[in-house]
C-alpha cells in the first residue's frame, strides 16, 4: 500500500512542544520534496514548511523559528518539531510529496496524508 501517514497531533498549551511526524509507506522518500501544511477550518490551506531533495528546509513567516523540519531516509520518515506553539497554529497538519522543488502551491504535491489534528488551548 502507497501512502503517508502523519502522527504526532493533540491538544497542547501555548508555548508547548509538539513532534509531528509523518511515514511514507510503498515509496522512498529519497525522491521527493516533503512538506507540511495545515489548514484551519474556514481557511485555505497553508504551506508551513518544506524541505527538498536538494534545498531547504523552507518555513512559513509565521513559524519561522519555533518549528523545525528534518527528515530521516533511511526509515522514510519526517518530523516536524513545534515550539512555543500558539493559538493560532491550531490546525489539521498535513504532510506532501512533489517531485519538484520545495512550493507552497498545493498543485505540485502529487500524495497527500489523512492529517493531524494540532490544538493549542488553555
Known amino acids: 500500500q502507497v501512502g503517508l501517514v502523519e502522527s504526532g497531533g493533540g491538544l497542547v498549551e501555548p508555548g508547548g512542544s509538539l513532534r509531528l511526524s509523518c511515514i511514507a509507506s510503498?515509496?522512498?522518500?529519497?525522491?521527493?520534496?516533503i512538506a507540511w501544511f495545515r489548514q484551519a477550518p474556514g481557511e485555505d490551506r497553508e504551506g508551513v514548511s518544506c524541505i527538498g531533495r536538494g534545498d531547504g528546509p523552507y518555513y512559513s513567516d509565521s513559524v519561522k523559528g519555533r518549528f523545525t523540519i528534518s527528515r530521516d531516509n533511511g526509515k522514510d520518515t519526517v518530523h516536524l518539531q513545534m515550539n512555543s506553539l500558539r493559538s493560532e497554529d491550531t490546525a489539521v497538519y498535513y504532510c506532501?510529496?512533489?517531485?519538484?522543488?520545495?512550493?507552497?502551491?498545493?498543485?505540485?504535491?502529487?500524495?497527500w496524508g489523512q492529517g493531524t489534528q494540532v490544538t493549542v488551548s488553555s
Open positions: 506532501a510529496t512533489a517531485t519538484t522543488y520545495c512550493t507552497w502551491n498545493t498543485i505540485y504535491y502529487e500524495s
Open positions: 510503498g515509496f522512498n522518500l529519497d525522491n521527493y520534496a
